[in-house]
């Protein structure tokens, strides 16, 4: 764990996670403010929103769990510890909240479908719930 290469990739999946969950913490303001300025700002600003995602957030948030599995490997952990396996399928119900919930959602919402506001929220805190299990298996790491 003292390894060159493992504090690279301890620093790589620290600045991916801070870009990949930005949103969880931003998006839900923007969209507040964008909302109480009309309809038409909140679908446009939806659009950046959703664009950002596919562009910037989910290659990170794909980065981050890329660097967390060198991490595993280079670091001497296993999927036989309770918290390294969790990790990885809490990991993967967050991509697919993101690809399969929020990113569409947010799609329909900046082409004009205001009910779809309700699900980019939705899967905002769905997201932030699995964020906190995360971060919760990361720092005490149970089963090791």
């Not at 396996?85 to 919402?109: D, H, K, M, N, Q």
């Amino acid at each position: 764990m003292g390894s060159t290469l493992y504090k690279l990739l301890f620093l790589g999946h620290m600045v991916t996670f801070v870009i990949a969950f930005a949103p969880a913490v931003i998006n839900p303001v923007v969209a507040a403010q964008a909302k109480a300025d009309g309809d038409d700002t909140l679908t446009r600003v939806s659009g950046y929103m959703a664009r950002n995602g596919r562009t910037i957030h989910l290659p990170a948030l794909v980065l981050m769990g890329a660097f967390g599995l060198g991490m595993v490997f280079e670091g001497g952990w296993g999927f036989d510890q309770t918290w390294v396996s969790l990790g990885f399928l809490v990991w993967l119900g967050i991509c697919g909240a993101v690809t399969g919930l929020i990113l569409p959602a947010e799609r329909a919402l900046a082409g004009g479908d205001l009910a779809a506001e309700k699900k980019v929220a939705m899967g905002g805190q769905l997201v932030t719930v699995l964020v906190l299990v995360m971060l919760y298996l990361m720092i005490w790491k149970p089963g090791v």
